[in-house]
């Protein structure tokens, strides 16, 4: 298996564009979690889906924020507009169900300008 | 609020000596809890787990030790390795409301 997937590795962006990061669970696990991870505050998770269905997005920072995961095997995070305060590396990771150990993507790492 | 806390964002220890690396929690619904390696520009990987009807559970170099009273977790690395050297963060999930966090990470270098 080729592990969790995510696209882009970097993006660099200026301040107020729209910023798209795209995660491929692995096949077969039911769980989807998207992670913010800075210096100051470690991993942060920001929203988790289970069976397509977002369960907890009460750590998406802002309105700024949204996730999609339209099928089994594709989940988007969104930040529109993005801001330098969103520059950090984010993670997709997938579990077999939501008690379960997550694999992490390598990571989508975001420089906002 | 941070549920799971890592106190020491660094450890520096000498090469086939220990590695302890804590982590505290505040909430006692938390009932399992799993250590993750980092290294530079890579994901997280699991590295071990501990359910909390156990106090200890080992694997090779790295066991953990849980004690409930003090909510307090531990992973000892026995001997340390250069290799072992990345951010370890420690993590709790509570399978009665589908709550789980993350501590913010020890980088630990071992020196050769």
């Known amino acids: 298996d080729a592990g969790v997937i995510q696209s882009p590795r970097h993006e660099v962006t200026e301040m107020g564009q729209e910023v798209t990061l795209r995660c491929k669970p692995i096949?077969?696990?039911?769980?989807l979690f998207w992670y913010r991870q800075t210096m100051m505050r470690g991993l942060e998770l920001l929203i988790y889906f289970n069976n397509n269905v977002p369960i907890d997005d009460s750590g998406m920072p802002e309105d700024r924020f949204s996730a999609k995961m339209p099928n089994a095997s594709f989940s988007t995070l969104k930040i529109q507009p993005s801001e330098p305060r969103d520059s950090a590396v984010y993670f997709c990771?997938?579990?077999?169900?939501?008690?379960?150990?997550?694999?992490f993507g390598p990571g989508t790492r975001l420089l906002v300008l | 609020d941070q549920q799971v806390k890592q106190n020491s964002p660094s450890l520096s220890v000498q090469e086939g000596r220990i590695s302890i690396l804590n982590c505290d929690y505040t909430n006692s619904m938390f009932d399992y809890f799993l250590w993750y390696k980092k290294y530079p520009a890579e994901g997280p990987t699991f590295l071990i787990s501990i359910s909390s009807i156990k106090d200890k559970n080992e694997d090779g170099r790295f066991t953990v030790f849980l004690n409930k009273s003090a909510k307090h977790l531990s992973l000892h690395i026995v001997p340390s390795q250069p290799g072992d050297s990345a951010v370890y963060f420690c993590?709790?999930?509570?399978?009665?409301?589908?709550?789980?966090?993350f501590g913010t990470g020890t980088s630990l270098t071992v020196i050769p």
């Open positions: 993590a709790a999930i509570a399978s009665t409301g589908n709550q789980f966090y």
């Open positions: 096949s077969g696990h039911n769980s």
């Open positions: 990771a997938s579990s077999l169900t939501v008690e379960e150990t997550q694999y």
